[in-house]
């Protein structure tokens, strides 16, 4: 990349550029990689229950706290990283059907 | 994945697999130097036309024989419980990738983000170009140096979804969640295949990850989106 004159300050400038694009890139890239967190209430390989317990919560939190209440969503974030989203369709169209199993 | 001839576990792109690694050549170390001694002493004592008459009680030498592998053990022992601890930890991931087993493919499902959903079939033998049995159609992208959770379930029958340079096995069963947590430590494909009897089409339905850098990860996320 450098030419044959004044390597040493171009190389330098060269590198502290590619390491300030890096750092950024990475903090910039890692920041926005975030899922469903671990919770310690399933800490072993079965998490079928994190799935069901945080759709279920989700749909009481809406319940109770009403349709537009943000923390809400907390729920909703896990339940659709860790619940397939064939689960998710067959609970939602039994809750419109009103045949949903669990309780809300 | 493995090459022609291949004897022993496949190069690791893990740092657990690398620790599993260690621990198996560490272990088979001793087994084969106690396979050597014992061949040795069989061999000795099978070809050796003189008989000691006077061979009796012999305390010394049954107490040398019975503390001795008592130490091999522990020195065995050590590591396999470190091992198993560390593999037992809980990890914060940062992405989360669900992967449910079909008669007779692999579907995958990235939630984190707006939703990517995509089927993964073997992919028809090409002489020139892939690798019987083992390619498929499309690759699982996985973004490098990043603790992945993977949940992992099925559709119909039991199925189970192996990486074996990530030592990552678990069943896939129809209405449960399993979850494994790996991180790669190197870009490549890494190849796997289905590990339960799943009917007839068992031996092909292959599972190939390819490992990316973030950056690159992110790229697909947003083309894909």
């Avoid at chain 1, 990283?81 to 809750?95: K, R, T, V």
């Avoid at chain 2, 496949?10 to 050597?36: G, R």
């Avoid at chain 2, 592998?69 to 914060?92: C, G, H, K, Q, V």
Wanted: charge should be negative; proline fraction near 5%.
């Amino acid at each position: 990349v450098c030419a044959v004159r004044q390597v040493a300050l171009c190389q330098l400038v060269h590198t502290t550029a590619i390491l300030f694009t890096m750092s950024s890139a990475i903090m910039a890239s890692n920041a926005k990689l975030e899922t469903a967190p671990f919770d310690p209430r399933f800490p072993n390989q079965n998490q079928t229950k994190y799935c069901y317990q945080s759709f279920v919560d989700y749909h009481r939190c809406q319940k109770i706290k009403g349709e537009d209440y943000e923390p809400c969503n907390y729920f909703k974030k896990v339940f659709s990283s860790i619940c397939p989203n064939a689960w998710i369709e067959n609970w939602n169209d039994q809750l419109e059907s009103g045949i949903f199993p669990g309780k809300i | 994945m493995p090459t022609w001839g291949c004897l022993g576990l496949q190069d690791s792109a893990s740092p657990l697999m690398e620790q599993l690694t260690y621990f198996h050549d560490h272990t088979m170390f001793i087994l084969i130097l106690i396979t050597t001694l014992v061949g040795y002493i069989l061999i000795n004592s099978a070809l050796n036309s003189l008989i000691n008459r006077f061979l009796l009680e012999n305390q010394e030498i049954e107490i040398i024989w019975t503390i001795l592998p008592a130490i091999i053990l522990i020195f065995i022992a050590m590591p396999s419980l470190r091992l198993l601890y560390l593999l037992d930890e809980t990890n914060n991931s940062s992405v989360t990738i669900k992967t449910i087993g079909h008669q007779w493919y692999w579907s995958y499902e990235y939630s984190d983000f707006l939703d990517i959903e995509f089927d993964s079939f073997m992919a028809p033998y090409n002489m020139d170009s892939n690798l019987r049995l083992l390619d498929v159609d499309n690759r699982i992208p996985i973004p490098l140096n990043t603790q992945i959770r993977l949940i992992i379930s099925a559709a119909d029958v039991i199925h189970s979804w192996t990486i074996p340079s990530l030592g990552v096995k678990a069943d896939a069963i129809p209405g449960r969640l399993n979850q494994v947590s790996f991180l790669l430590n190197r870009p490549g494909l890494f190849y796997g295949q289905c590990s339960e009897i799943c009917g007839a089409n068992h031996s092909f339905m292959p599972i190939l990850i390819e490992s990316i850098s973030v950056d690159s990860f992110l790229n697909w996320v947003s083309s894909n989106s």
